[in-house]
T-cell receptor, first 113, second 113 residues
Framework: DGGITQSPKYLFRKEGQNVTLSCEQN?????MYWYRQDPGQGLRLIYY???????QKGDIAEGYSVSREKKESFPLTVTSAQKNPTAFYLC????????????FGSGTQLSVL | AQSVSQHNHHVILSEAASLELGCNYS??????LFWYVQYPGQHLQLLLK??????LVKGIKGFEAEFIKSKFSFNLRKPSVQWSDTAEYFC???????????FGTGTKLQVIP
């Protein structure tokens, strides 16, 4: 069953702690994305990656880091530098052709203890 | 940079009422336009998309949207809503380059039986 898997579903972060959100896809998509969803603000792009070993900052990259060592994996680390990390995080991927239809994972809700 | 505006943040309708959700974007060049929907507890999924050709596009579940280039708009419509249409709707635009998609802030639709 093809799709995007995000884990964990819920995550809690202590002050000063880095946490990593997992995103795996088996759709053979080249491009992958991380979005942050806040009530009333829609989806804002954190990072995106077109190909393995390459990624670009989105609109709100400060306090986050990513890696793309494998095509199917695009983990997001929320660092201690991110002062307001409580949000719903969505991972997405898109098809190789230039149509930009996004496929989304089920999301991770991150909260600060 | 491109931006997307959704002016209706929360819409409440009775079943069988007609729906129109506004979406305006700011970008002078060629765009690909999307409407995504997030039903309660479910993934974001594509509702419909416009790439080129007929500016009136039809999507799933009886939804349609019209691209009006002169107005930079891509409004979503449905002649008769159902309770099952209760969801949050996001307009999105892709303008090329690094496969970056920009989302609007979303509109929460509540349909009352």
């Amino acid at each position: 069953d093809g799709g995007i898997t995000q884990s964990p579903k819920y995550l809690f972060r202590k002050e000063g702690q880095n946490v990593t959100l997992s995103c795996e896809q088996n759709l053979n998509h080249d491009a992958m994305y991380w979005y942050r969803q806040d009530p009333g603000q829609g989806l804002r792009l954190i990072y995106y990656s077109q190909i393995v070993n390459d990624f670009q900052k989105g609109d709100i990259a400060e306090g986050y880091s990513v890696s793309r060592e494998k095509k199917e994996s695009f983990p997001l680390t929320v660092t201690s530098a991110q002062k307001n990390p409580t949000a719903f995080y969505l991972c997405a991927s898109s098809e190789p052709a230039a149509n930009e239809k996004l496929f989304f994972g089920s999301g991770t809700q991150l909260s600060v203890l | 940079a491109q931006s997307v505006s959704q002016h209706n943040h929360h819409v409440i309708l009775s079943e069988a009422a007609s729906l129109e959700l506004g979406c305006n974007y700011s970008y002078g060049g060629t765009v690909n336009l999307f409407w995504y929907v997030q039903y309660p507890g479910q993934h974001l999924q594509l509702l419909l998309k416009y790439f080129s050709g007929d500016p009136l596009v039809k999507g799933i579940k009886g939804f349609e949207a019209e691209f009006i280039k002169s107005k930079f708009s891509f409004n979503l419509r449905k002649p008769s809503v159902q309770w099952s249409d209760t969801a949050e709707y996001f307009c999105a635009v892709y303008t090329g380059g690094y496969q970056k998609v920009t989302f609007g802030t979303g509109t929460k639709l509540q349909v009352i039986p």
